[in-house]
């Protein structure tokens, strides 16, 4: 790319670096440093905010740049990310979001804690909320790298890993200065900048095909070089019956996975009531529908526009589809109009990237400060006979303390975070935040359905779920395709891939359910009828709730 549009582009993406950092100086001066003000914001943000953050955070490098660059590719096949990321909504909106809001207080782990032994559940509740996390922020870091390949006019490996390294600095700074009041402004700003880019991009790819959706599928199917195929199932998919099934798996993924988002759940927590909860996804679904609704004209647009071989070549995974088809509709490269609205998409991605990445930052440190270490720093109390131990009886971790423990998390999650986003850098976004979503619908998504819906959930069911879906998940994604046995695999050198599928969900997801099911039925231990009504009640009528 020319020189204007590396000094536009970074122009403006510095600009917007320069306003959210000032938003997070400013917010953070009138923090007080509770775990409330932290984790929540206070619970002072309306639905409509709340919903626009919501949608924020959702929206991600996976939604903006990989799946658009799945359908330039695979056409009909890569229609399936949007579909089933909209979808999982009327699962989030029907089974979890008024009730996690009224059973929580600011994690996963809050809600079926509820019920059980507080210890083991957090734990557990706990790794699994940061495995996740880590997964999703790979996604984002990605994302990142290819941006700025293609930025640079180039692939230096340098200029990706700075790149990685620099995003990950900047959303540990976030975090550990503004934490959730600071995130949700990043977010709102975000959600508005890309929602205006989207719009504005898909006009223009209608206003090029004169408003004639049909020319515009024609004309996809004519560049992408593979005809007809092109908008029928199974370019992608169509395979033997290992694709079949991957097929399966990755819907099963994306319609159950957002339920058990820990940055989707937290965002429950920071409206005041359980219903302004339930409005908040109602904002959300028609800011996400509309987006999603977009990306599939974009993604048709640029194997239109741009041709479906020129995106391979940019960028085999696609990632790069979406700031190309901007060249090229703003008048190519070496004009005007191109290096404008190639600077300003590049910019937005940039935000959305940065934004997520702040996001799912705040969870996961949340997760490991609120979940993992305030129950490891527990005292074990005793009971008097000197037998069973009651988690309940030992006092919470000190919330100032919990805090700075966060921010300290949130620095190592980060490291964590770079250092594999560098190893993955040459996969699609949107598939890598397909395995995120697989490992949330079978490590949490169970255990949060089980201790909400079923009277005689225990905690050794409870934990059971949580490690019967997480290592699977975990273990099934390394010995697949995805790590080694494939030119496009993490490790193509060598092959250790045992399973063949490229998400493990339609296996881990039932093992998780089943893990909960068996874990409690073999239990001693019984479930607490007094406790499972009260969190019925609450969870039912918002009495109690915080």
Known sequence: MSGDHQTLALLLFGAFVAVTLGITTWVGRDRHGSAEEFYTGGRLFSPME????????????????????????????????????????????????????????????????????ERPVRIAAGTSSVAVSVLYLVAQMVGAGSLVALLLGGTSEAARAWTVIGVG???????????????????????????AGTLTLTVLVLVRFHGDFNALLTTAAERSGHGKEFLSPGLAYGGGWTARFDFMSLGLALVLGTAGLPHILSRFYTVPTARAARRSVVWSIGLIGSFYLMTIVLGLGAAAVVGTAEVRASSAAGNTAVPLLALDLGGGAGSTGGTVLFAVVAAIAFATILAVVAGITLASSASVAHDLYASLR????????????????????????EVAVARYAAAGIGAVAIALGLLARDLNVAFLVGLAFAVAASANLPVLLYSLFWRNFTTRGAVWSVYGGLVPAVLLVVFSPVVSGSPEAIFPGVDFHVFPLQNPGLVSIPLGFLAGWIGTVLSRERADEAKHAESEVRSLTGAGAV
């Not at 056409?75 to 009730?99: C, I, K, P, R, T």
Request: with cysteine; charged share 20%.
């Open 378 to 401: 527990k005292p074990r109390a005793r009971s008097r006979d000197g037998g069973r131990v009651d988690d309940r009886a030992a006092d919470s971790a000190e919330p100032r303390g």
């Open 169 to 195: 600095a900047l959303m540990v700074v976030y975090v550990t200065l503004g934490g959730m009041r600071a995130t949700t402004w990043i977010q709102i700003v975000k959600a508005v900048l890309l929602m």
């Open 50 to 117: 709340n919903g626009f953050a919501i949608a924020g955070d959702y929206m991600s490098a996976a939604s903006f740049l990989g799946i658009s660059g799945l359908i330039a590719l695979f056409g009909y096949d890569g229609m399936l990310y949007s579909v089933g990321f909209l979808v999982a909504w009327l699962v989030v909106l029907l089974l979890v979001a008024e009730l996690v809001r009224n059973c929580g207080r600011f994690t996963l782990a809050d809600v079926v804690a509820a019920r059980m032994r």
